[in-house]
């Protein structure tokens, strides 16, 4: 979705909030609700977003990627400003999500991402347990993933620990 020609004379911030990005996009009840499904989450959790009320990570997440499906632009946790609950206490030291997250998220097949990636499905299963592989490893996979479920994950996006 492009931004209609008002907003399009505006710029965005830097990491604009849920509710700029909402004016931005011009987002009317309809497409908030078609967000919502999208992102399986209840209408009021996007609601919450779009006034600036902090909402779980898991549920901004989501409604981040439906966002972006919507509207052709990459919107993560990195390049807005959402405010998240418990984001102190319950996702430390991981401030990004991990292979594991992304893969409760989006259901992918271990085995095709290991083929993807060209790498053994062994080497998948250690990431999804937190473990340690290589940088030039982790990236090929995490750069598979991101073309298996059409999202543009980078190895920044996505914890990889101690790597």
């Not at 020609?5 to 987002?27: D, H, I, N, V």
């Not at 006034?51 to 632009?73: D, N, W």
Request: include cysteine.
């Amino acid at each position: 979705m492009m931004p209609t020609q008002e907003s399009a004379e505006r710029t965005l911030p830097e990491r604009p909030t849920f509710g700029g990005l909402c004016e931005y996009y011009q987002l009317d009840y309809a497409a908030l609700l078609e967000i919502s499904t999208k992102a399986k989450v209840a209408k009021s959790i996007v609601d919450a977003m779009s006034v600036g009320s902090p909402v779980e990570r898991p549920y901004a997440e989501a409604v981040l990627i439906a966002l972006s499906a919507h509207a052709g632009q990459p919107y993560t946790l990195l390049n807005t400003t959402i405010p998240l609950l418990f984001e102190e206490e319950e996702y430390l030291p991981a401030r990004y999500p991990s292979l594991f997250d992304l893969w409760q998220r989006h259901h992918f097949d271990v085995a095709r991402l290991a083929r993807d990636a060209q790498v053994e499905v062994e080497v998948v299963q250690k990431m999804l347990g937190y473990c340690r592989v290589e940088r030039a490893i982790a990236e090929r996979v995490i750069a598979a993933l991101a073309t298996l479920v059409k999202y543009p994950y980078t190895s920044e996006m996505v914890y990889l620990p101690d790597v």
